[in-house]
């Protein structure tokens, strides 16, 4: 059976790094490497997003959020 899961990095940065596309792949791979070091393979693409938060980032800053969906396999095992 495999779950399907949501793993994300979220980064509090000045607002113009939302368009600075070196910034953007630093954090694409940043969340590939955590998410391989832990054992998992990304599902799909790393899609960066303006994150959500319930307190707005200071003045001339954003909230960036890279996430990406990973598959977990559960593996059961039968007695026997």
């Known amino acids: ?3 399907r ?3 994300w990095i979220d980064s509090l940065v ?3 790094l939302l368009h600075d596309s070196g910034y953007r792949n630093a954090l694409q791979q ?3 490497d955590r998410i391989t070091a832990q054992g998992y393979e ?3 693409p790393v899609r960066i997003l303006q994150g959500d938060t319930p307190v707005p980032p ?3 800053m954003i909230l960036l959020r890279a996430e ?3 598959e977990e396999f559960d593996v059961e ?3 026997g």
Do not use: F, N
């Open 1 to 3: 059976m495999t779950a």
């Open 5 to 7: 899961t949501i793993c």
């Open 14 to 16: 000045p607002s113009w």
């Open 30 to 32: 940043h969340l590939v």
């Open 42 to 44: 990304p599902a799909g």
């Open 58 to 60: 200071p003045v001339g």
């Open 68 to 70: 990406c969906v990973v």
């Open 77 to 79: 095992v039968g007695e």
